[in-house]
């Protein structure tokens, strides 16, 4: 199990926070102050676990960034979307979710692979079920519309 960062980057407009690791009870949300800025970026591509305290001190740390602050979410693993899509408080006009792995398997030999979706100019009926990387066909790994419900959420 990797060890939890929280690694904060900020500039007059934004602040990018890198999150790896696990999100659980070891992650304190009055511990990690999020400094005032436009935008706040959560790259979470090293996010490698997550669960129900994890979930709900980030939630509270949501509720510490002021209503204006444009949060983004980028680089989402498979198991962050998973959340987003059943626990309310992730989301809202202000809180968007720009860029994600989807999870695709191998039609011949059913290798799991994370495919990168930048999905702010998509819908969900623009999905490709299929996909050809290096000659290799994937195809996707659940319900796409249930995956991607998160683009329906207002």
């Known amino acids: 199990m990797s060890k939890f960062e929280f690694e904060i ?10 999150i790896s690791g696990h999100l659980d009870e070891n992650f304190i949300h009055t511990e990690h102050k999020v400094p005032t800025s436009k935008k706040v970026i959560f790259d979470l591509e090293k996010l490698e676990g997550i669960n129900s305290c994890g979930i709900r001190d980030f939630i509270n740390l949501l509720k510490d960034i002021p209503d204006s602050t444009f949060v983004e979410y980028e680089k989402c693993p498979p198991l962050f979307i998973q959340q987003v899509n059943i626990v309310n408080g992730f ?6 979710v720009v860029s994600l792995y989807a999870p695709y398997i191998g039609i011949d030999d059913e290798e799991e692979m994370n495919h990168f979706m930048d999905v702010r100019s998509l819908n969900v009926s623009q999905i490709e079920r299929s996909v050809s990387l290096n000659g290799k066909e994937y195809e996707f790994d659940g319900v796409i519309e249930k995956y991607f419900r998160f683009m329906t959420i207002k």
């Open 91 to 96: 989301l809202s006009p202000q809180r968007k």
């Open 9 to 18: 980057k900020s500039s007059q407009d934004q602040t990018v926070i890198k």
